[in-house]
Every structure is written in C-alpha cells, then in structure tokens.
C-alpha cells in the first residue's frame, strides 16, 4: 500500500466514485444474496457452488444470450426487492454528501443493475446530484468490473480522467479496475480478512469504517 494518507488522496480527486454494494449499503441485508442464488440457479442445467448472485448471472453467460438473459431479468427483480430492504452502510451516504458539498463530483460505479441503483439513490433524495451512476451492462455479465470498460464508461461525456479520480470499493476487483484504468483506490475492509488483501493488492488506501472517507472530506 503506497504511503499516502485518504486526505491527500481526497485532495487530489476531482471525481470520487463509490462502489454500491457495500460502500454505500448492504443491498441484499434484507433479501438475503443467497436465497437470490438459489432462485436464479433454477435456470441452469446445473447447481454451482456459490452464493453470489453475480456469480450465477456470470455462470449463466456459458449457456448462450436467451440463458444470461433469463438470469439478467431477474437478477434485476431480485435486486429491485432487495433495494426496498438495503440497510445504509454507516458513512456511506455521509460521504456522498460531503464530497458533492467540497465541490467534487461524486458518481457510482457498480456491478448491480443501474436500475437498483437508482430506486435506493432516489428513495433517499441523493439521486439528482450524483453523476456518473454506472451499473452493469445488461447481459454482459463479462464487461463487469474487474473488466476496466464500466469505468471509461462512467467518464464519457465528463471533464474527468481515471488519474483524477478517487475509488472507493470493498472487493478486490475494485481494486483490480482501478489498476487497470490507473485510477487511486481505497479498499473499505467491511469484512475480516480484507484490510491485508487489499494491502497486498496494491490499494492506495484502506479503511474499516466509511466515516473516515466523511471525516477526510470535512477537514480538506
């Protein structure tokens, strides 16, 4: 992990993108990922061993577009149900706010549906200030990240560069993403284990608790 501090890295961004999942809330806190698991794996020949719901829609893609599609569309649902039930991620919209009150821009940038996405940032009144919101492409469960194009696509049409931007995820292929596209990260370890993984991945940052990002934001 490089030796800078999360204010200097916050100094320096123009644009912070927060992954989802995690960061922000816990997507599927009340309709367990699980469950979600199960029901999608119905449409494969075969049970996979995974809990992921991603998982499923990625195992799906090996069986043709009608397959990943059926998968797609209620993963969507799946998500849409779960979003009514995500439980906010302490700091997380906190965040948010205060780095769309320094003057940065503040964007999303996830492998959920964009579709959930919106419905949770426009329930809790954030929506109409955060800009890019990126969520995975519709049935093309191989461009999600660490697949680096979600993130040049969140920067089309802005003023930013990846070099100018901060972001902040909680899984190693968010740190992979920003790697690829040369972009500083910051791993949110939400769960044990993940503080050295990030650190061995080469995150620019780690932290345990999204205040921190709050509290680097005010005291800028």
């Given at each position: 992990m490089a030796d800078v501090s999360l204010r200097e890295l916050v100094d320096r961004a123009r644009l912070v993108l927060f992954d989802f999942d995690g960061p922000v809330c816990d997507v599927f806190a009340g309709v367990p990922a699980p469950k979600v698991a199960r029901w999608l794996e119905r449409h494969l020949p075969s049970k996979v061993d995974t809990d992921d719901p991603?998982?499923?829609l990625q195992e799906a893609a090996k069986y043709g577009s009608d397959m990943v599609e059926a998968v797609e569309d209620d993963l969507i649902m799946a998500e849409l149900k779960a979003v009514d039930k995500a439980v906010?991620?302490?700091g997380g919209l906190e965040s948010i706010t205060a780095t769309i009150a320094s003057g940065r821009g503040a964007g999303i940038l996830?492998?959920?549906s964009s579709q959930a996405i919106?419905?949770?940032l426009?329930?809790?009144g954030c929506l109409i200030k955060i800009t890019p919101v990126m969520g995975r492409k519709y049935a093309r469960p191989d461009l999600m990240k660490p697949n680096p194009y979600p993130f040049?696509?969140?920067l089309i049409g802005t003023e930013w560069d990846a070099s100018?931007?901060?972001f902040i995820g909680d899984s190693l292929s968010d740190i992979e993403v920003a790697h690829a596209v040369g972009a500083p990260v910051v791993g949110?370890?939400?769960k044990s284990g993940k503080a050295d993984t990030f650190a061995s991945a080469g995150a620019s940052f780690v932290i345990e608790d999204m205040t921190e990002v709050t509290a680097a934001i005010v005291n800028d």
């Open positions: 991603l998982a499923i906010a991620t302490p996830s492998n959920n919106v419905r949770y426009k329930d809790t040049h696509a969140a100018e931007t901060l949110y370890a939400n």
